[in-house]
């Protein structure tokens, strides 16, 4: 065998030595245990656990709002033109049927004269046709003049009528137009802003003004969907406002229904009938009302660390046959103390519950209590 062939024969040696090599490397992997994935199960071991606890119904409800005027109005112009007059300023006191503003109609006004003249006219006609006609009825039935000169007759006085009703929409217009250039307060206030001044070109309907009346006022505030089940109108409450240091008595007039779906916020309002008591009272204060409630019956308590909000529900974590439950619950108020929290549905006095809050629990998580 020459160089040449050894040297083949020796490389094929190798490759088949390679091939044999990786086949056995490869048996050898398949032929290893796979064990199957043991499941890891973990316990979650719970310390502080509690149970419902039966309590009377009491607590205090507080409700931070603010001070509105409940009488209002936003002045209009009723007509387009140059704004001629601007009669007050902001903060300005008015009285009721005060002109406030003036749009600039003098270009009408010149022509009044005009129209009560047409007016003047056309009743004047009317009575020289109307007295005609009386005569020539008296004639007609004396045979003095035809049928056909009666009904010429009737004929004026209808047209002449018509003319006179024509003036007088025409004049009762152009007053109307005249008196909507003034701007009038509807009521004794205050005005609260100025949208315009005086030179400006307005357009009917345009805001001018806006007035309030400070004597009336309302105390807008928001309260929990739960805790509105304790608040009746006709109810007294003292308010305290920012600045003043004597609380103000307020009674609870309504509880308007909620704007935003879902949400568990209701607005209450609170009315005071402004006196020389409380001078101080205005519009845009900020305060605080409180209301103490106590009920003759009781209810399921938890404490407030066992209840947590997830998408506007109250979830609480319950522990049933060692597993961790996941319960909705209708909370209500806290206690007077501020410490547990009224649960009106959804949980048993039985119940075991988590007593605090823990991030990324899941249902159905085994749970070792520790004693």
Same mark, same amino acid.
């Given at each position: 065998?020459?160089?040449? +062939?050894?040297?083949?024969?020796? *490389?094929? *040696? #190798?490759? %088949? *030595?390679?091939?044999? &090599?990786?086949a056995w490397y490869w048996q050898q992997q398949r032929t290893?245990?796979?064990?199957?994935?043991?499941? %890891?199960?973990?316990? /979650?071991?719970?310390?502080?656990?509690?149970?419902?606890?039966?309590?009377?119904? +009491?607590?205090? #409800?507080?409700?931070?709002?603010?001070?509105l005027a409940s009488e209002t109005a936003t002045l209009r112009s009723k007509t387009a033109g140059t704004l001629l007059r601007l009669n007050v300023a902001e903060g300005q006191t008015v009285q009721k049927g005060q #002109?406030?503003?003036?749009?600039?109609?003098?270009?009408? +006004?010149?022509?009044?004269?005009?129209?009560?003249?047409?007016? !003047?006219?056309?009743?004047r006609a009317y009575q020289l046709s109307l007295s005609q006609h009386k005569a020539n009825q008296d004639l007609a039935r004396q045979g003095f003049i035809s049928e056909t000169a009666l009904a010429s007759s009737q004929s004026n006085l209808a047209a002449n009528l018509a003319q006179l009703k024509a003036a007088e929409s025409a004049a009762m217009a152009h007053?109307?137009?005249?008196?909507?250039? *003034? #701007?009038?307060?509807?009521?004794?206030?205050?005005v609260a802003r100025r949208l315009v001044n005086a030179g400006e070109k307005i357009s009917?309907?345009?805001?001018?003004?806006?007035?309030?009346?400070?004597?009336? %006022?309302? /105390?807008?505030?928001m309260v929990d969907a739960a805790a509105s089940q304790f608040l009746k109108p006709g109810l007294k409450m003292p308010v305290q406002f920012e600045g003043i240091s004597q609380a103000v008595t307020l009674r609870l007039d309504r509880i308007g229904p909620g704007n935003d779906v879902g949400s568990r916020a209701l607005p209450v309002y609170?009315?005071?009938?402004?006196? !020389?008591? !409380?001078?101080?009272?205005?519009p845009g204060l900020m305060g605080m009302a409180q209301y103490a409630y106590a009920l003759s019956q009781e209810g399921l308590t938890l404490p407030i660390t066992a209840v947590q909000e997830e998408g506007g529900k109250s979830i609480v974590w319950v522990i049933q046959a060692d597993v961790l439950k996941r319960q909705t619950v209708t909370a209500g108020m806290k206690d007077s103390q501020g410490q547990r929290i009224y649960i009106l549905d959804g949980l048993k006095a039985t119940d075991t519950v988590l007593a605090l809050r823990?991030? &990324?629990?899941?249902?159905?998580?085994?749970?070792?209590?520790?004693?």
């Amino acid at each position: 065998m020459n160089f040449k +062939s050894r040297t083949h024969l020796f *490389l094929v *040696l #190798i490759v %088949l *030595l390679s091939l044999g &090599g990786g086949a056995w490397y490869w048996q050898q992997q398949r032929t290893k245990a796979s064990p199957v994935n043991d499941v %890891l199960v973990k316990v /979650f071991q719970a310390s502080e656990v509690t149970q419902p606890q039966l309590q009377a119904l +009491s607590g205090r #409800i507080e409700m931070s709002g603010v001070l509105l005027a409940s009488e209002t109005a936003t002045l209009r112009s009723k007509t387009a033109g140059t704004l001629l007059r601007l009669n007050v300023a902001e903060g300005q006191t008015v009285q009721k049927g005060q #002109i406030l503003a003036e749009v600039d109609v003098r270009d009408l +006004s010149s022509k009044t004269e005009e129209r009560e003249a047409a007016v !003047s006219s056309a009743q004047r006609a009317y009575q020289l046709s109307l007295s005609q006609h009386k005569a020539n009825q008296d004639l007609a039935r004396q045979g003095f003049i035809s049928e056909t000169a009666l009904a010429s007759s009737q004929s004026n006085l209808a047209a002449n009528l018509a003319q006179l009703k024509a003036a007088e929409s025409a004049a009762m217009a152009h007053s109307k137009q005249v008196a909507d250039a *003034l #701007i009038t307060a509807p009521f004794a206030g205050v005005v609260a802003r100025r949208l315009v001044n005086a030179g400006e070109k307005i357009s009917p309907e345009q805001e001018v003004l806006q007035l309030l009346n400070p004597t009336r %006022l309302e /105390f807008k505030a928001m309260v929990d969907a739960a805790a509105s089940q304790f608040l009746k109108p006709g109810l007294k409450m003292p308010v305290q406002f920012e600045g003043i240091s004597q609380a103000v008595t307020l009674r609870l007039d309504r509880i308007g229904p909620g704007n935003d779906v879902g949400s568990r916020a209701l607005p209450v309002y609170l009315t005071l009938e402004q006196t !020389s008591s !409380s001078p101080m009272l205005r519009p845009g204060l900020m305060g605080m009302a409180q209301y103490a409630y106590a009920l003759s019956q009781e209810g399921l308590t938890l404490p407030i660390t066992a209840v947590q909000e997830e998408g506007g529900k109250s979830i609480v974590w319950v522990i049933q046959a060692d597993v961790l439950k996941r319960q909705t619950v209708t909370a209500g108020m806290k206690d007077s103390q501020g410490q547990r929290i009224y649960i009106l549905d959804g949980l048993k006095a039985t119940d075991t519950v988590l007593a605090l809050r823990f991030e &990324g629990l899941k249902e159905g998580t085994k749970v070792e209590v520790k004693r």
